[in-house]
Nanobody
Framework: QVQLVESGGGLVQAGGSLRLSCAAS????????MSWYRQAPGKQRELVAT???????NLADSVKGRFTISRDNAKNTVYLQMNSLKPEDTAVYYC????????????WGQGTQVTVSS
């Protein structure tokens, strides 16, 4: 069982920046994948970014060049640096963890609200 606690959401004007954090605790496997998803009202949850323990990353096309995902394995924390924010980025952002090879399992964070005003 892994618990995830997200922080860093808030209200920001278009063009601004936010940094989200997700701290994991519990039975953490050394080889794992952590991801950020987001869900806007009335829309399906979408994958924003993912990162492995060895720092292989993937970003959604909509955020490439603006967002950066990173992690601190010693702190069991993943970050999402969001720059040049757009109103379309407004959503609840969720952190996800799963052990490598077990994508059907894992844990979800509670979500943190990001609101970008125009």
């Amino acid at each position: 069982q892994v618990q995830l606690v997200e922080s860093g959401g808030g209200l920001v004007q278009a063009g601004g920046s936010l940094r989200l954090s997700c701290a994991a605790s519990g039975n953490i496997f050394s080889n794992n994948v952590m991801s950020w998803y987001r869900q806007a009202p009335g829309k399906q949850r979408e994958l924003v970014a993912t990162i492995t323990t060895d720092d292989s990353t993937n970003l959604a096309d909509s955020v490439k060049g603006r967002f950066t995902i990173s992690r601190d394995n010693a702190k069991n924390t993943v970050y999402l640096q969001m720059n040049s924010l757009k109103p379309e980025d407004t959503a609840v952002y969720y952190c996800r963890y799963y052990a490598a090879g077990n994508w059907r399992g894992g844990s979800w964070g509670q979500g943190t609200q990001v609101t970008v005003s125009s």
